[in-house]
């Protein structure tokens, strides 16, 4: 798998990707990596990658032009081109579509040959009007309100563009295997009050870790990647690595003991110094049953919706009570 980066602070990604498990990922050829530097796309002698947001208000916005220049030469013209075509025509309404926004209120209008910071995909009808709203259609939009889908014209191998952002999808373990099984993965991370709103006809993938706030993409996207790249097969020592954890099979794990077996009072339970792999097993199966119901009962709902729970399971829940 290669994962590229692209943000206003690459060096973050020095001290992570290069210990422990990422670095061995990368040391046994299942993982490339590259950080990019954003401001190796701009063009003012400040290297300036945000300005002041239309409407005022305190903070900065990222700008989209070194965005979309970085998009271009990192993955390729023709694969904005055809987001750009699909997506805003599409999903945002360009051309007085019959997906445009009804009021004016609930547009940003941009007439041809203005100044917007993006390239211009107007079409060269002169009294054409762009409009970016703010409510695409939904059938072309994920639930996290942004494209999923590979435009026309971008194969499903292409390399899929991930941004962090609050109104994104919230990441979980299944989300991470789904993105364990892309070849590519570009991750745009923003900083300071947001990104400009426009970039985000680039997405492929918006997600969000959770209800709280971050210095910066950067350090979001590192939870993910390292999430993400523990799935790849090879990456973990033990085959089973991935698959016997919290939240894979649907419960929280069973606790772990290791030598000595007996600190400072405390003993490691009896059953799992028997060698009795049975018992064993039965033993941690109900440990995360118990864990899951006191910590996460949420997750034992889902698990029992599914139709996951065996009789044993019911009758050692029904014990707990």
Do not use: W
């Given at each position: 798998m290669l994962i590229e980066t692209l943000s206003t602070f690459p060096h973050m990604y020095d001290s992570v990707m290069g210990e422990s498990m990422m670095k061995r990922a990368q040391e046994k050829g299942l993982l490339?990596?590259?950080?990019?530097?954003?401001?190796?796309w701009t063009h003012d002698r400040h290297r300036t990658t945000d300005d002041?947001?239309?409407?005022?208000?305190?903070?900065?916005?990222?700008?989209?032009?070194?965005?979309?220049?970085?998009?271009?030469?990192?993955l390729g013209k023709e694969i904005v081109e055809a987001k750009l075509a699909s997506t805003v025509e599409e999903c945002r309404g360009i051309s007085g579509g019959a997906r445009q926004a009804s009021s004016a209120a609930t547009s940003t209008e941009v007439e041809p040959g203005e100044d917007t910071g993006c390239p211009d995909r107007a079409s060269s009808a002169a009294t054409e009007t762009v409009q970016w709203t703010v409510s695409p259609s939904e059938d072309c939009l994920s639930e996290s309100g942004y494209p999923v889908a590979s435009p026309p014209g971008v194969s499903q191998s292409a390399p899929k563009i991930v941004f962090l952002a609050p109104q994104g999808r919230t990441f979980d373990d299944a989300y991470a295997t789904e993105l364990a099984a892309e070849e590519h993965l570009l991750f745009i991370c923003g900083h300071y009050e947001g990104i400009d709103e426009r970039v985000y006809t680039l997405?492929?993938?918006?997600?969000?870790?959770?209800?709280?706030?971050?210095?910066?993409?950067?350090?979001?996207?590192?939870?993910?990647?390292?999430?993400?790249?523990?799935?790849?097969?090879?990456?973990?020592?033990?085959?089973?690595?991935?698959?016997?954890?919290s939240f894979t099979s649907?419960?929280?794990?069973?606790?772990?003991?290791?030598?000595?077996?007996?600190?400072r009072g405390m003993e490691v339970p009896a059953v799992l110094l028997s060698g009795n792999h049975g018992a064993v097993a039965r033993w941690r199966r109900e440990q995360s049953l118990a864990r899951t119901a006191v910590a996460r009962p949420d997750l034992l709902e889902r698990f029992a919706a599914a139709g996951a729970l065996t009789k044993a399971d019911h009758t050692f829940l029904d014990s707990l009570a």
């Open positions: 490339e990596f590259r950080a990019h530097d954003l401001r190796d002041d947001p239309y409407g005022g208000g305190a903070g900065l916005v990222m700008k989209c032009e070194p965005i979309f220049e970085a998009v271009e030469d990192i997405a492929d993938h918006v997600i969000s870790l959770g209800d709280y706030v971050l210095t910066s993409g950067e350090l979001a996207s590192m939870v993910v990647i390292d999430a993400v790249v523990r799935k790849i097969p090879g990456v973990l020592g033990a085959a089973e690595g991935p698959i016997d954890e649907g419960l929280l794990e069973y606790p772990q003991y290791t030598r000595p077996a007996n600190f």
